[in-house]
Structure formats: structure tokens, C-alpha cells
């Protein structure tokens, strides 16, 4: 039960330095924007790269990832038809299809896309006792969810419409691009220098920190879940992600895909991670849904403590 407590607890002192940091007003009004670009095109994709060119590439094809990627679906799925009915009467004929487009998917994003690196990696090390059970969560965000969500973005943003654009946006976006090379390197088993490693672990050690700088930072000025700021959507995503996500993992892992006990422990407090701080990213790299978001990854990352530490106390396997 520590690795939970010690993976929130590093998250939580980080976000309250970059908190700090903007309210004291040192560090300039643009700091957080030059973080989340920074992070965004380099430091982020360097850490994608040392991370999936090491992974055991064979984790990919599993139940585990199955129920995984069912789950997400499933609750995708909740998100948008639940989110319709929260749009009726809310005004949002206002706002701009594209941009309604753009806010739906951060939307559905924040219920279904998990912190598998910062939080993921600390629960997956210190409670389910390997790394390697958030590998393939890893891969399946960032090499199918993030070039869905990140091409829907650079449509909706540049208001146009191409399959080309969105065919090619892979090879455009510098996070994806560098988990392709990653994976490429894993699966064909292609030596890394030390002189090419090294300097890109080093870049990369500074993109989670970026993140979680650059997310304080959002926190000032800002009351969480003010009027106005689409806090009903934040709570039907929080309440899907934490709550209703890992019973779908559950019911999936136990009556369909037969998983052991260990691995439905695994892939039920998998889907009880809180929503990733690149969901935030994404909405600040393209200024759509910020304010959505950042609170959503917030009231995630308080409610997934408690949530858990129920899935422990409820499924962890006794030794």
C-alpha cells in the first residue's frame, strides 16, 4: 500500500511547487506555456523513446491488453452518449462545432486515458510488484489513442478536414513519432549507443517534471470547478474514470477473458489510475478544454488514493 501513497505523494509535491511557483510570480507569465512546449516537443519524447525501446515487446499481445482496450472502449463509448445529454441546455450552441468536437474528445480522453508513466509506473513497481503490467497500457495510448485523439485536435483546430493530414499525423507529432522509433528499436532489438542513451535519458527525466510544473501552474488564478467551466462534464468523466472503468476492467478480466488473480488485480487497479497529465497537455499544446482537463486530472488523481486502496483491499492476492 506504500507505492500508492509514494507515487501520489511525488505527484502531489511537484504540482504544488509549480503552484507555488505562479503564485509567487517569479518565474514569469509564460513559464507554463514554454513548460508544456518544451515538454510537448522535447523532453517528453525523449522519455518515450528510452521507455519503449527498452520494453519486452511481447507484452503487447495478452488478455491483459485486450481487457484493457475493451474497457477503454466501453467507457468511450459511456462518455460520449452521456455527454450528449449534458450538452442539451447547457448553451453550448454557442461555442463553435470544432471546438465541441475538440472539448468532447479531451472529454473522453480524461474518462478513459490513464497515468501509466508518473503514477502508473510507481502503483505497477511498488503494489502489483512489476513494470512490466503497465507496459502495454503504455504502448496501446500512445501508439493508438494519442494519434486519435492528437489528429481529431489538429482537425478540429486547423478547421480543414483531410485524410492525408490525418494519416500523416503521426509522423508530425514529435511524442508519437519518437514512440514509434521506441518500439522499432524494442522489436527489432537495435543497439543504442551510450552516447546517444545518456543524453536523451537525461532530456527525458525532465518531462514529467515539466508536466506536473506546468499543471500548478494552471492551478492558480483558477478555481476548480467553477460555474461555467464544464464541471458537469468533469464530474461524468472523473466518475467514469475512477469508478465505473474499474468494475468494466473487472467484469471483462473475471467472466470474459478468464484473467489469474494477479493479473485481474493488475488490470482493475490499472484502470483505477487517474486521468494522465498528457490528456492536460494535449489541451494546452492546442488551447482547447484546458479548463476541462486540468480539473478533471486533479479530482482523478485526489479520488484514485482512495479507490485504490479499496482494489487492494479487495483483490490484491495473498502471498
Known amino acids: 500500500m506504500s507505492g500508492v501513497l509514494v507515487g501520489f505523494s511525488i505527484i502531489g509535491f511537484v504540482i504544488l511547487v509549480g503552484y507555488l511557483i505562479e503564485r509567487a510570480g517569479f518565474a514569469g507569465p509564460s513559464a507554463g506555456f514554454v513548460l508544456n512546449r518544451v515538454a510537448f516537443f522535447v523532453a517528453m519524447p525523449a522519455l518515450l523513446f528510452t521507455v519503449l525501446s527498452r520494453t519486452d515487446v511481447r507484452v503487447v499481445f495478452s488478455r491483459f491488453l485486450l481487457t484493457t482496450l475493451c474497457s477503454v472502449l466501453i467507457v468511450v463509448a459511456l462518455y460520449l452518449v452521456a455527454s450528449r445529454f449534458l450538452g442539451r441546455g447547457s448553451g453550448s450552441g454557442a461555442v463553435p462545432r470544432r471546438d465541441r468536437v475538440a472539448e468532447t474528445v479531451l472529454g473522453a480522453a480524461g474518462a478513459s486515458y490513464?497515468?501509466?508513466?508518473?503514477?502508473?509506473?510507481?502503483?505497477?513497481?511498488?503494489?502489483?510488484?512489476?513494470?512490466?503490467?503497465?507496459?502495454?497500457?503504455?504502448?496501446?495510448?500512445?501508439l493508438l489513442f494519442a494519434p486519435i485523439v492528437l489528429g481529431i485536435l489538429d482537425v478540429t483546430t486547423s478547421g480543414r478536414l483531410s485524410f492525408r493530414a490525418v494519416a500523416t499525423q503521426p509522423l508530425r507529432n514529435p511524442m508519437i513519432l519518437a514512440s514509434l522509433c521506441g518500439l522499432i528499436v524494442a522489436v527489432f532489438g537495435i543497439p543504442i549507443p551510450e552516447a546517444v542513451f545518456a543524453p536523451l535519458d537525461?532530456?527525458?527525466?525532465?518531462?514529467?517534471?515539466?508536466?506536473?510544473?506546468?499543471?500548478?501552474?494552471?492551478?492558480?488564478?483558477?478555481?476548480?470547478?467553477?460555474?461555467?467551466?464544464?464541471?458537469?462534464?468533469?464530474?461524468?468523466?472523473?466518475?467514469?474514470?475512477?469508478?465505473?472503468?474499474?468494475?468494466?476492467?473487472?467484469?471483462?478480466?473475471?467472466?470474459?477473458?478468464?484473467?489469474?488473480?494477479?493479473?485481474?488485480?493488475?488490470?482493475?487497479?490499472?484502470?483505477?489510475?487517474?486521468?494522465?497529465?498528457?490528456?492536460?497537455?494535449?489541451?494546452?499544446?492546442?488551447?482547447?478544454?484546458?479548463?476541462?482537463?486540468?480539473?478533471?486530472?486533479?479530482?482523478?488523481?485526489?479520488?484514485?488514493?482512495?479507490?485504490?486502496?479499496?482494489?487492494?483491499?479487495?483483490?490484491?492476492?495473498?502471498?
Do not use: C
Open 114 to 142: 490513464v497515468n501509466s508513466n508518473n503514477i502508473g509506473l510507481p502503483v505497477a513497481i511498488y503494489v502489483l510488484g512489476s513494470a512490466h503490467y503497465v507496459a502495454p497500457v503504455l504502448l496501446l495510448q500512445l
Open 202 to 319: 537525461i532530456l527525458g527525466g525532465a518531462g514529467v517534471p515539466m508536466v506536473l510544473l506546468a499543471f500548478g501552474m494552471s492551478l492558480h488564478g483558477d478555481r476548480v470547478l467553477r460555474p461555467g467551466s464544464g464541471r458537469r462534464k468533469v464530474v461524468l468523466a472523473a466518475v467514469l474514470k475512477i469508478a465505473v472503468m474499474p468494475v468494466v476492467a473487472w467484469a471483462l478480466g473475471r467472466f470474459v477473458f478468464d484473467l489469474s488473480p494477479a493479473e485481474l488485480f493488475a488490470v482493475v487497479s490499472v484502470a483505477a489510475l487517474p486521468t494522465a497529465q498528457n490528456v492536460f497537455n494535449f489541451a494546452a499544446r492546442y488551447n482547447r478544454g484546458t479548463v476541462v482537463a486540468r480539473d478533471t486530472v486533479l479530482i482523478t488523481t485526489l479520488a484514485a488514493v482512495p479507490a485504490l486502496i479499496v482494489i487492494a483491499a479487495l483483490l490484491a492476492p495473498v502471498a
